[in-house]
T-cell receptor, first 113, second 113 residues
């Protein structure tokens, strides 16, 4: 009965490949997020969706494309992976705006070789 | 510019000692302030939040934080640290009409027996 789940937990891939990370929440929330945490633990928002609509799109390369098939899911597809994409990617959800509590998934550690 | 500063990258305390983690923010509107904790290999969990009212807020796991508007600070405290408190702690700021939280760079807490 995990609240926010992500798959896979670990992802190791070669430069130039395309990969996807999936996120699901069973909290009934209407807002979902993708964050990137770099090697220095700095956490930065990438995207936010509210009711399947994109509402935050930070300065993220267009190789990153989020997709929200429904309110409970927010997937992240990354094309042409680069070394600098190596990081931990966190999915989160909240009810309404970000000032409500955000619930985070366990993270996906992406390593690009 | 909106930002959060956590001046201490790494803090080490003995079990049973008191703890204070510092957080300073810069925000153009009325700030909503948060402390999140990240245990190793886990996602972030909300410890406490401040929106308005009493400037001393209580959170989970025996933590509290005090909002000081004049100092633009929101320091986290715990009177007696337990070994299980060893983790990374993140301060974050948001606002009423924003969907984005801005996180600090985190403070890593190490607890010695």
């Amino acid at each position: 009965d995990t609240a926010v789940s992500q798959t896979p937990k670990y992802l190791v891939t070669q430069m130039g490949n395309d990969k996807s990370i999936k996120c699901e929440q069973n909290l009934g929330h209407d807002t979902m997020y993708w964050y990137k945490q770099d090697s220095k633990k700095f956490l930065k928002i990438m995207f936010s969706y509210n009711n399947k609509e994109l509402i935050i799109n930070e300065t993220v390369p267009n190789r990153f494309s989020p997709k929200s098939p429904d309110k409970a899911h927010l997937n992240l597809h990354i094309n042409s992976l680069e070394l600098g994409d190596s990081a931990v990617y966190f999915c989160a959800s909240s009810q309404g705006l970000a000032y409500n509590e955000q619930f985070f998934g366990p993270g996906t550690r992406l390593t690009v070789l | 510019a909106q930002s959060v500063t956590q001046p201490d990258i790494h803090i080490t305390v003995s079990e049973g000692a008191s703890l204070e983690l510092r957080c300073n923010y810069s925000y153009g509107a009325t700030p909503y302030l948060f402390w999140y904790v990240q245990s190793p290999g886990q996602g972030l969990q909300l410890l406490l939040k401040y929106f308005s009212g009493d400037t001393l807020v209580q959170g989970i796991k025996g933590f509290e934080a005090e909002f000081k508007r004049s100092q633009s600070s929101f320091n986290l405290r715990k009177p007696s640290v337990h070994w299980s408190d060893a983790a990374e702690y993140f301060c974050a700021v948001g606002g009423r009409n924003t969907d984005k939280l801005i996180f600090g760079t985190g403070t890593r807490l190490q607890v010695f027996p």
